[in-house]
């Protein structure tokens, strides 16, 4: 059994990724800042732990991440301001980072999106460009670490079914990138497993492949 912490525990790709994990026979402790969402998680069958991951210190993340093989990285401000955006996104995110090697926790998984990185091409006018720039720094932060560190590339959110059926670093978007949250857990579980995919950044979106196929190194 693994001991694994997701950051972010209340999002859907989170509550569905608690119940693979729980129904696989791992110990999931899953972190999210509203008591009011206690319930909802561990219906999932994680432990929830409240944790305002916004306002907590490098070292207050490290006591709670302490024990755990794996951290996932799943939380985001959600929209709003660019400032809490870039609290969250970026600052808190790069503290979870220097808290998991603080606790010796050596595996990292970062749920980012399809086209992240300095060269993303979002105007600065858009809503979108703060979350662009600090999910781009806390990328290339996570790229620089010594963590075990796997980055997900998903493209865009639906909630469709999750059938385990992906394409990887799709050469051509102009047909959409639509993935459901539901194969984002799917990979992220499968991800989890498999320690050759450390030091990967893995883009998909829904395809044809199955996961395990689609994930098996490039060359």
């Known amino acids: 059994m693994t001991r694994i912490a997701i950051i972010g525990g209340h999002g859907k790709v989170a509550l569905e990724l608690s119940?693979?994990?729980a129904a696989d026979g791992h110990h999931v402790t899953s972190f999210f800042r509203?008591?009011?969402h206690t319930g909802d998680v561990a219906a999932t069958g994680a432990t929830p732990s409240v944790l305002d991951v916004e306002h907590s210190t490098t070292a207050e993340i490290a006591a709670v991440l302490r024990g755990h093989d794996a951290v996932v990285w799943s939380a985001g401000?959600?929209?709003?301001?660019?400032?809490?955006?870039?609290?969250?996104?970026r600052d808190a995110a790069?503290?979870?980072m220097d808290a998991a090697a603080q606790a010796g926790v050596g595996r990292y998984l970062m749920v980012s999106y399809l086209?992240?990185?300095p060269d993303?091409?979002?105007p600065a006018g858009s809503s979108f460009h703060a979350y662009a720039e600090a999910k781009a720094a806390a990328d290339q932060y996570l790229r620089n670490t010594e963590l075990a560190w796997t980055i997900l590339g998903p493209g865009s959110l639906t909630n469709g079914p999750g059938n385990g059926l992906i394409e990887v670093s799709p050469p051509d978007t102009s047909s959409g990138t639509d993935t459901s949250r539901a194969n984002v857990a799917l990979v992220a579980a499968a991800v989890l497993g498999l320690?050759?995919?450390a030091g990967r950044t893995i883009e998909f979106r829904d395809g044809t492949l199955p996961i395990?196929?689609?994930l098996e190194p490039p060359g």
């Open 34 to 36: 509203n008591p009011d």
């Open 120 to 122: 993303h091409g979002v």
């Open 77 to 89: 401000a959600g929209g709003g301001s660019p400032e809490r955006t870039y609290a969250v996104d």
């Open 195 to 197: 320690a050759a995919t």
């Open 94 to 96: 790069i503290r979870s």
């Open 212 to 214: 395990a196929a689609a």
């Open 115 to 117: 086209g992240a990185g």
């Open 19 to 21: 119940k693979i994990l």
